[in-house]
């Protein structure tokens, strides 16, 4: 399908910046596959003018580095696919591009696809029975400094015995778990050897958990039997703890 | 200080509790360190900062053009206090200050660069609001309805016709007509802001056209009007439904032949001006109720934005809440993260007839009286609490405790055994999580004997 890419250039690269890039190199694929680039100057222009020049190119996609909402939701809807945060070459870009393997970054809101919500008091109260029930001591919270840790577990490491300490955030206090688990990330530093997010797993919350290595914890998990106290597996943790990898080696299956 | 693990564990720590952001990068410009105030302000985390090109990660206005830190690298020279905007991980653009200094080893050799930064989007906040300074990139909307506004702005600004904004109080008409200031041809001009609900009759030729001395009793000098003061600019009249018709032929005449004639004078001035104007009122009814001249109407009737009230726009409301919230921290020096989900649900129900700025005034009652991080339901203005629409929970609180606790179990033990004692089949059959399930339980003993 023919169809039309800007990329704002720096030198080769895709430029970091599509208000301030001084360069937009314009790709016209033709139904065969075959690629025509024209490179456009677009210095002294504004935001909005950018705008219009992609529309006035009647440009299907625009690949960028940085780009601001406003933009970006302009241009979306205006029918233009945004992909933005792209680095690299042009030419890499470009490519990955029209093999499919540039995604379009998901929208870090939503107010309609929240995930199930639980209420906060049950999670907590699941959460602070399931670690009592492997062996955890778990109290609450009390520093308010440290919101929106809801809850402290701690354990002896089973196989060298000395004490790790564990925040847990039940996530259900704020309407945007990505805020919520940066928030986490903020306040549980080094005095912590673990931080846990209980929510029900969503892209948003395994991306941002990952991003900030935080454990997310599903409270519609199993949890089996290798993970019962008396065995040399920390139990519900599934994210090895740096210096007691061997707490998290997995058991043999009965 | 003992080894040098050690001192890597100890200047982390002095790292992660500074509220500047402090990255390093190597002679490449590869980022090599990047504390927690770093992934505050740019919303990205360290692991994914560490070994991308600052430039992959900043996406700054200087990235292309005169880098601070490529400066720093090549003549070693330090840089201080240098204003700088990025793009922070939702596209929003945070304006910082910077500084840079050269990193070099025991033996002066250039190992890299570090960079401290400050986020500046407080005091920025704080001059747009003082100096009313907002911009089209200024209006927060995810609505296809303002999108289609968006579109046809720059060449609705472009054009210089009259503007007509038509929306509810609170919609955002000042910010449109900002807007189409700011991106018009006049933009280095003055831009002047007429409120025609609150002029009194016999001051509106004063006050706008102005005045020759004697012209009246306590006329002692000249005295140019606010037309004068836009020549070359923009006169923005808002609240044009409120003005009385003795006084809209008045701006008909300086609509039609773009000059007026101050009190007391007998010759007409000529004035180059972009007029806009805006209205709570649907101006055509208006005219059918013979309240506002017809050849007025259509001589503002140029170039029209409707703006959607909110509840017509509802999937603002997020966006609208977070702006809000981050406003309420700069203005109060708190640190409100979000409102609760339960918060959310009530806002997107309400109806918002004060639109935008009602909106504001409620997150801004929050502030008041939250002490904590999140808003909760509590916090809520009382007539809010009371007016929110009843979400499925809170019909269910309103039942009877005893005879609900009875239902509810009973509805329990049937989806129990309609699903053969399969817990997560039976939550879901009930609308309710595993989680919550697994209380009900508990509370009412089902299962435990």
Not at chain 1, 104 to 128: A, F, H, M, N, Y
Not at chain 1, 143 to 158: G, H, M, N, S, W
Not at chain 2, 182 to 192: A, C, H, I, Q
Not at chain 2, 211 to 222: E, I
């Amino acid at each position: 399908m023919a169809m039309t890419v800007a990329i704002p250039r720096f030198n080769d690269l895709v430029a970091p910046r599509f208000e301030v890039a001084r360069y937009f190199v314009i790709a016209r694929i033709d139904a065969a596959g075959k690629i025509e680039r024209e490179t456009v100057q677009c210095s002294g222009c504004v935001g909005l003018g950018r705008v219009q020049l992609l529309i006035d190119q009647r440009v299907d996609a625009l690949i960028c580095g940085g780009i601001r909402r406003v933009y970006r939701d302009l241009l979306s809807s205006r029918g233009i696919d945004v992909i933005d945060h792209a680095v690299g070459t042009v030419d890499t870009a470009l490519d990955a591009y029209l093999r499919n393997d540039l995604q379009k970054e998901e929208e870090s809101v939503s107010c309609l696809d929240q995930g199930p919500r639980i209420p906060l008091e049950d999670l907590i109260c699941w959460t602070k029975e399931l670690f009592t029930e492997h062996g955890y001591a778990v109290h609450d919270a009390a520093d308010r400094a440290l919101f929106p840790v809801d809850l402290v577990a701690e354990i002896k490491c089973p196989v060298c015995n000395k004490p790790l300490r564990i925040a847990i955030c039940c996530g259900a206090h704020a309407y945007r778990c990505d805020q919520e688990i940066q928030q986490l990330h903020q306040v549980a530093g080094p005095d912590f050897h673990a931080r846990v997010y209980v929510h029900p797993t969503t892209a948003q919350a395994q991306r941002c958990c990952l991003d900030y290595d935080i454990e997310l914890l599903d409270p519609n998990r199993r949890f089996t039997a290798c993970e019962r106290p008396g065995s040399h597996r920390l139990p519900i943790l599934q994210n090895a703890i740096p210096g007691h990898e061997r707490a998290f080696a997995r058991a043999p299956e009965r | 200080m003992g080894n040098s693990l050690d001192d890597d564990r100890f200047f982390k720590v002095i790292l992660s509790s500074i509220a500047d952001g402090v990255f390093t990068v190597d002679s490449q410009r590869i980022i090599t360190s990047f504390n927690s105030a770093a992934e505050k302000i740019t919303g990205i985390p360290a692991s994914q900062a560490i070994g991308k090109r600052c430039y992959e990660v900043f996406h700054a206005d200087i990235c292309e053009q005169g880098c601070l830190l490529e400066k720093t690298l090549q003549t070693g020279k330090e840089s201080i206090d240098q204003p700088v905007s990025i793009v922070n991980s939702e596209g929003e653009s945070i304006p910082i200050s910077i500084s840079t200094s050269v990193l070099r080893d025991a033996d002066g050799q250039v190992l890299g660069a570090v960079e401290t930064f400050r986020d500046l989007s407080t005091i920025e906040q704080l001059r747009k609001e003082l100096f009313k300074n907002y911009s089209f990139e200024d209006i927060i909307s995810k609505s296809p309805r303002i999108h289609k506004l968006f579109a046809i702005l720059p060449d609705g600004a472009a054009s210089d016709s009259t503007v007509l904004i038509q929306g509810p109080s609170g919609s955002g008409k000042e910010l449109f007509a900002r807007a189409i200031h700011n991106l018009s041809s006049r933009r280095t001009n003055n831009y002047v802001v007429i409120n025609c609900g609150t002029l009194p009759v016999q001051l509106f030729e004063s006050e706008l056209f102005g005045y020759k001395a004697g012209a009246f009793t306590d006329a002692k000098k000249d005295k140019s009007g606010k037309i004068a003061r836009a020549d070359g600019g923009t006169v923005f009249c808002d609240e044009i439904g409120e003005l009385p018709l003795s006084t809209q032929v008045k701006l008909l005449r300086l609509l039609q032949q773009r000059e007026y004639e101050p009190l007391g004078s007998t010759s007409p001035v000529s004035v180059d001006i972009r007029v806009v104007v805006a209205t709570n009122r649907n101006l055509k009814d208006l005219v059918a109720a013979g309240k506002f001249r017809d050849d007025l109407y259509f001589r503002i009737d140029v170039v029209r934005f409707d703006l959607p009230a909110l509840k017509e726009r509802r999937e603002d409301v997020p966006y609208l809440v977070d702006h809000f919230i981050k406003l309420n921290n700069a203005r109060r020096a708190k640190n409100i993260v979000s409102v609760s989900p339960e918060v959310m649900d009530i806002l997107m129900r309400h109806e918002f007839a004060g639109n935008v700025r009602e909106l504001e005034n409620i997150i801004e009652y929050c502030f008041v009286v939250c002490h904590g991080n999140v808003i909760g339901r509590e916090h809520l203005p009382a007539e809010i609490q009371e007016t929110a629409l009843p979400s499925d929970d809170s019909t269910e609180r309103r039942i009877d405790p005893l005879s609900a606790a009875i239902d509810e179990r009973s509805r329990i033990e049937v989806a129990l055994k309609e699903h053969q004692g399969n817990k997560t089949r039976a939550a879901r059959a009930l609308g309710i999580d595993r989680t919550t399930l697994w209380r009900r339980l508990k509370r009412y003993g089902i299962g435990q004997s």
